[in-house]
């Protein structure tokens, strides 16, 4: 499951970069579709340079109102997989990072040259999403 628009906004607004993969997940806010979320894919959803700005088409799909939407326009939701290797790549190798449940959700750990954080989140997305903020 994809992260929650609100905290995928956060994350684009932190200075999160989005280089678009095949299967990522991403929604187009403020045009009344908020609560919808969408995938590339090889066939229908594709990504593609129109006008010299990186486009995001719809294709195959003769009901959908949109052709396409910027990049830009768009936000990536990030998987927890995607999340967890952002992490990983921020803190390098020397640290480590743990995920567990918890009454209220889930609780990430990150240690670093002796230094403990713990962040916390109803998903696990989500505590990985806070992790990620902290290092942004």
């Given at each position: 499951?994809?992260?929650?628009?609100?905290?995928?906004?956060?994350?684009?607004?932190?200075?999160?970069?989005?280089d678009?993969?095949?299967?990522?997940?991403?929604?187009?806010?403020?045009?009344?579709?908020?609560?919808?979320?969408?995938?590339?894919?090889d066939?229908?959803?594709?990504?593609?340079?129109?006008?010299?700005?990186?486009?995001?088409?719809?294709?195959?799909?003769?009901?959908?109102?949109?052709?396409?939407?910027?990049?830009?326009?768009?936000?990536?939701?990030?998987?927890?997989?995607?999340?967890?290797?952002?992490?990983?790549?921020?803190?390098?190798?020397?640290?480590?990072?743990?995920?567990?449940?918890?009454?209220?959700?889930?609780?990430?750990?990150?240690?670093?040259?002796?230094s403990?954080?713990?962040?916390?989140?109803?998903?696990?997305?989500?505590?990985?999403?806070?992790?990620?903020?902290?290092?942004?």
């Amino acid at each position: 499951m994809p992260l929650s628009l609100k905290t995928s906004n956060q994350l684009k607004q932190a200075g999160l970069n989005w280089d678009p993969k095949t299967h990522d997940y991403f929604a187009v806010p403020d045009v009344d579709m908020d609560d919808k979320f969408f995938a590339l894919s090889d066939m229908t959803v594709t990504m593609e340079v129109l006008h010299g700005y990186h486009a995001i088409t719809f294709n195959g799909s003769v009901e959908w109102a949109l052709d396409f939407v910027f990049q830009t326009d768009a936000i990536w939701l990030p998987t927890e997989t995607q999340l967890r290797e952002l992490i990983i790549a921020k803190l390098g190798s020397d640290a480590s990072l743990m995920l567990q449940s918890s009454i209220g959700g889930y609780v990430v750990t990150v240690q670093k040259e002796g230094s403990k954080s713990i962040f916390e989140g109803i998903t696990a997305e989500e505590a990985y999403a806070s992790a990620l903020l902290s290092l942004l």
